[in-house]
């Protein structure tokens, strides 16, 4: 806890921060009241749901839904410190941390766009954050296309100590305009207490379209995805058949948008020791085990397996040699440092299902020493030679002795 509360020495102390539905330490934003209005527009509850948290903060709304809402499933999108404080958080909620995802990366016009093309939630919550983002105006609309339900606070135009002032009448005009209904309830802003925000909900179509499997899938103008998006029941139809919906993100996304929880060593430890849900036989016929037909709920699921494809990537099970399409691979070449953490996760599900891992390595070693540190950390050896990665895991009690 003591680390826990350094890193909470630079931040704000914005929402009440909850561990175990208990308030750990009290923010200056009122929450609690909050919530409760929140709670009466989440009208699913007979089945798995997924929901989004742009700018959740320490999470405190999440882990209330977390536990009020034993079917629903948060993924919660917050950088910087707030990001790296959230991380610990959701280690610390023991009672409901197998149902969130924290992916550490800027909501902004671009990944917004591609996962907009490509996932769609059945809540987003947009809660005082629109008129933080520079491109909200880009934004705004992919946020609407991406969900069936969307909750939204902003700050009033009378808000006059609220950050993004040059955004914030433009931005309180528009969703007072477009939503379907106001809270009756009022809440006064923290920086000045005589204005009010309301709560803002959104119902859209039951029926949503995406046009792509996973971010920088292939984009396919014929294809398209079809979300049937009822309270009591949720479809997903492809190419005109329909299959049932499995909550969560896929496993790319996550990735690509740099997920931070669960940790890695969560999701190796699935594969490691094929703890995944599937009907999947593991009978050597799936020629398309890979990376965008996992999605990440409280399980690792597996799908696609009856696909036959042949025309994209061949992924044999461990044993065997596979091939990579050239094309695909840019896909996997993480952005940034920040991503090579991620692209560990992507060379562990190399090796658990291939190997020896046949990969350009030099994508994965622009920044050697802290690779070599991360290695250290996860516990897990790399022998790398021309063109070919090799990732074992070491015993924890051999690490020293490995390094
Ligand atoms: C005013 S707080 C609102 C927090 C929470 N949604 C609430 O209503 O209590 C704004 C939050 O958005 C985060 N944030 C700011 N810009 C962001 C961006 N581009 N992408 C994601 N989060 C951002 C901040 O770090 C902060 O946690």
């Not at 969703?175 to 925000?197: C, G, L, M, Q, W």
């Amino acid at each position: 806890m003591e680390n826990f509360d350094k890193l909470r020495e630079h931040s704000q102390n914005y929402q009440d921060i909850l561990i175990n539905g208990e308030v750990y330490s009290k923010g200056i934003v009122l929450c609690e009241s909050k919530y409760q209005c929140m709670k009466k527009y989440i009208t699913i509850t007979d089945r798995p749901f997924t929901i989004l948290d742009i700018g959740a903060n320490f999470g405190y709304f999440p882990l209330k839904i977390l536990e009020d809402f034993p079917n629903a499933f948060i993924v919660m999108m917050q950088p910087y410190v707030e990001g790296q404080i959230l991380k610990e958080i959701c280690k610390l909620n023991t009672k409901y941390n197998d149902r969130l995802i924290l992916l550490d990366c800027e909501c902004h016009k671009n990944n917004m766009e591609l996962l907009s093309r490509c996932e769609h939630f059945d809540y987003i919550i947009c809660s005082n954050i629109l008129h933080h983002l520079p491109e909200w105006k880009e934004i705004y609309p992919l946020i609407k296309k991406m969900c069936k339900y969307l909750i939204v606070d902003t700050p009033p135009p009378d808000d006059d100590k609220a950050c993004g002032q040059d955004k914030i009448q433009e931005v309180y005009d528009i969703v007072n305009k477009e939503a379907d209904s106001i809270s009756e309830e009022k809440f006064p802003r923290h920086n000045n207490p005589t204005a009010y925000s309301h709560l803002y909900f959104y119902k859209f179509n039951d029926e949503a379209i995406t046009t792509q499997a996973y971010m920088f899938g292939p984009y396919h103008l014929n294809k398209q995805f079809f979300h049937i998006v009822e309270d009591d029941k949720r479809i997903f139809k492809k190419e005109g058949k329909e299959y049932p919906y499995i909550h969560g993100l896929n496993l790319f996304n996550f990735v690509t948008l740099n997920g931070v929880y669960p940790p890695i060593g969560d999701i190796l430890e699935k594969l490691h020791t094929r703890n995944i849900k599937t009907g999947y036989k593991w009978d050597n016929s799936c020629k398309d085990i890979y990376i965008p037909n996992f999605i990440l709920n409280e399980n690792l699921n597996l799908i696609d397996y009856e696909d036959t494809a042949t025309d994209g990537l061949e992924f044999k099970l461990r044993g065997t040699v596979f091939a990579i399409e050239n094309s695909t691979e840019s896909s996997y070449i993480p952005n940034d440092n920040n991503q090579i953490e991620n692209s560990i996760l992507l060379l562990h599900i190399c090796y658990t299902f291939c190997t020896p891992i046949d990969w350009k390595a030099s994508a994965y070693l622009k920044n050697k020493e802290k690779l070599d540190l991360f290695y250290r950390e996860k516990g897990v050896r790399i022998k790398i030679s021309e063109n070919k990665v090799e990732v074992t895991p070491i015993p924890h009690n051999l690490i020293n002795y490995f390094f």
